[in-house]
């Protein structure tokens, strides 16, 4: 239990290693003591999902705390500024400062990010993913490739990939009728496992399953289908777990060459 809680904790407080200087840099230009920062941060998250309070409004007070304002995040849930299957070509372009995604949304960019996404039931338990994540190198080996990108990659979470649906599977007809929101290599899985899979933005996802235009989906863990709303719209759980994997990542532009650890220190020194 206690190892499982460890491995929670690392994995989602990622994002929060842009407070110690692991992450990328602020500002191309030397900053004097009193400047401040704003960075724009466009999520995949809509608002309602429990990850946007729980892991980016965290980050939010976490960095206002510890640099004493100095750097601010002006958040945007999915779908604001851009579609987002589109956030890491925009923070890669420099036009967001930061974003979250899926992994399964940058695979055309990051070619780990497949398996970032999870391959299905690769793993059997959280603690194994994050160990595979921070102690076996995979992390680094997505730093790397997402940096040809000028982007500095930092997994959000590892959770199980659970899904929800509008009537019970009892036999395999009934999978096989489902229409299924999905994504990355899940999508694939389950597409060539015998249903359909499609792919849906998280701000549509509720209203697709109320109006049938699917009839299941996955969004993370059990908790994120509860924050959404889906059980109003799809009361089955389906178990075990699709997969367990590092759902959400969140990217920073490199090209930021001012850490925050630096910002952090310079707070600390002036208090």
């Given at each position: 239990?206690?190892?499982?809680?460890?491995?929670?904790?690392?994995?989602?407080?990622?994002?929060?290693?842009?407070?110690?200087?692991?992450?990328?840099?602020?500002?191309?230009?030397?900053?004097?003591?009193?400047?401040?920062?704003?960075?724009?941060?466009?999520?995949?998250?809509?608002?309602?999902?429990?990850?946007?309070?729980?892991?980016?409004?965290?980050?939010?007070?976490?960095?206002?705390?510890?640099?004493?304002?100095?750097?601010?995040?002006?958040?945007?849930?999915?779908?604001a500024?851009?579609?987002?299957?589109?956030?890491?070509?925009?923070?890669?372009r420099?036009?967001?400062?930061?974003?979250?995604?899926s992994?399964?949304?940058?695979?055309?960019?990051?070619?780990?990010?497949?398996?970032?996404?999870?391959?299905?039931?690769?793993f059997?338990?959280?603690?194994?993913?994050?160990?595979?994540?921070?102690?076996?190198?995979?992390?680094?080996?997505?730093?790397?490739e997402?940096?040809?990108?000028?982007?500095?990659?930092?997994?959000?979470?590892?959770?199980?990939?659970?899904?929800?649906v509008?009537?019970?599977?009892?036999?395999?007809?009934?999978?096989?009728?489902?229409?299924?929101?999905?994504s990355?290599?899940?999508?694939?899985?389950l597409?060539?496992?015998?249903?359909?899979?499609?792919?849906?933005?998280?701000?549509?996802?509720?209203?697709?399953?109320?109006?049938?235009?699917?009839?299941?989906?996955?969004?993370?863990?059990?908790q994120?289908?509860?924050?959404?709303?889906?059980?109003?719209v799809?009361?089955?759980?389906?178990?075990?777990?699709?997969?367990?994997?590092?759902?959400?990542?969140s990217?920073?532009?490199?090209?930021?060459?001012?850490?925050?650890?630096?910002?952090?220190?310079?707070?600390?020194?002036?208090?």
């Open positions: 239990m206690n190892l499982f809680a460890h491995a929670r904790k690392s994995l989602t407080v990622y994002a929060s290693a842009l407070t110690l200087g692991i992450s990328a840099a602020l500002s191309a230009a030397p900053a004097a003591a009193q400047d401040t920062y704003t960075w724009k941060v466009q999520s995949h998250w809509p608002g309602s999902s429990s990850s946007y309070t729980d892991s980016l409004m965290r980050l939010q007070r976490v960095l206002d705390e510890r640099t004493d304002g100095r750097l601010q995040l002006k958040l945007y849930e999915a779908g500024l851009f579609k987002s299957k589109e956030i890491f070509n925009a923070v890669s420099g036009i967001l400062e930061m974003g979250t995604i992994p399964a949304y940058a695979q055309d960019k990051v070619s780990l990010a497949g398996i970032a996404s999870g391959l299905p039931f690769a059997r338990n959280v603690w194994e993913a994050a160990y595979f994540h921070q102690n076996l190198g995979f992390e680094q080996m997505l730093r790397e997402a940096a040809e990108h000028g982007v500095y990659w930092a997994t959000d979470k590892v959770y199980p990939t659970e899904m929800v509008k009537q019970p599977i009892t036999n395999w007809d009934d999978f096989t009728s489902l229409k299924i929101r999905s990355g290599a899940l999508q694939t899985f597409t060539e496992a015998g249903a359909a899979a499609s792919y849906i933005p998280g701000s549509e996802l509720y209203s697709a399953l109320d109006s049938g235009i699917v009839d299941g989906a996955h969004w993370g863990a059990s994120g289908a509860f924050s959404m709303g889906l059980y109003e799809a009361k089955y759980h389906v178990q075990p777990a699709l997969n367990i994997a590092g759902t959400d990542a990217l920073s532009a490199r090209r930021r060459s001012i850490s925050c650890q630096k910002i952090c220190r310079k707070s600390s020194r002036m208090r």
